[in-house]
Structures are given as C-alpha cells and as structure tokens.
C-alpha cells in the first residue's frame, strides 16, 4: 500500500497528528509528514507549544498519486495557515480528483473549504468551523465521525479513536464495522 500523508506546519494540534499517526503505523501504514518547510514543526499542546515532529518532505515535493490517503490535523493556526498556501489547496483538491480519502479533524475542515469540496456533502468539524462548511454548502451535523464519499471529518481531539478507525477502513487497513456513522454520496 502507497504511504498516507500528513500535511502540517508549526501549530498543529498535537495529539491529531501524534495520535492518528502512531495508530495508523499500528495498523501497518506508512506515514509521511510533508509541511511548508525543512526540518521539523512544533505542535500545539493545550495551552502552550508541544512537541516537534519531523518533516519528511516539503509540500511542494508531493503528489496525491503516490499516496493512499491524505490526513489534515487541526488546531486553529496550522490550517488557518495553510489554507493560504496555493499549493496545499492543489494538493487537497488533487486527492479529491482521485476520489482518494481525505481525513480532516477539528479545525482542518478549513482546509475542504478553501479547496472548494464540501458543497452537498455530510461533513462534521470544531464547532467554530460549523457556520463555514454550512455557508460552502455543506450538510453540517454534530457526530464523533462523519464520513461521506471519501471525506472524512471528526470534531475534536476526543473523536480520534472513530476518526482513525474511518480511516483505517476506508484505505482496506482494518475491518472497523460500524466505526463510522456513513452516508455515502
């Protein structure tokens, strides 16, 4: 199976990259962490920054062909700044081309938007990001996992569990039945 990559810069929120990667790469994934720069970002941990996670690859340097799946951590400032990176949008638009998941947690959803891909789909997200994907034409609801088509989207931290276990399944990794609340486009 192709690598799933991580698209992230400094803020993200720690635990939904950490968190979903480790249990990805339990369930016999690859991972690779590609952001706007070299070297490595810091996250975002409650009220103060977190730890650093290597970059593997610059933004610039992917294509969604080589890879399985696409996850979008959240946290406010990590997708507030990639959002306006035109080569993050190409990316996220290109794995939606490909009918390829695309798994956005918290305040990622910015990301779906800005990319042009929500409008008639069933989508969840941070409640501040609500009004947003309603205004993009989304159908908004409030559930740990939404999964429509090959969007993936979860609320907050404590989604993590159903929303990597959506996302297991829907590269073939598990058999997590029932994981995820689905409407299927």
Known sequence: ????LIIATDGFEQSELMEPQRLLE????QTVVASLQAGSIKGWNDKDWGDSVTVDRLIADVAADDYAALLLPGGQMNPDILRMDKD???LVRDFA????????ICHAPWLLIEADIVKGKVVTAWPSVRTDLANAGATVVDQQVAVDGNLITSRKPDDIPAFTAA???AVGL???GGAAERKRA
């Open 1 to 4: 199976m192709k690598p799933i």
């Open 26 to 29: 339990e369930a016999g994934a």
């Open 88 to 90: 993050v949008i190409r």
């Open 97 to 104: 081309a490909a009918a390829k998941p695309i798994a956005a």
């Open 167 to 169: 996302l297991i399944d």
């Open 174 to 176: 598990g058999n997590e």
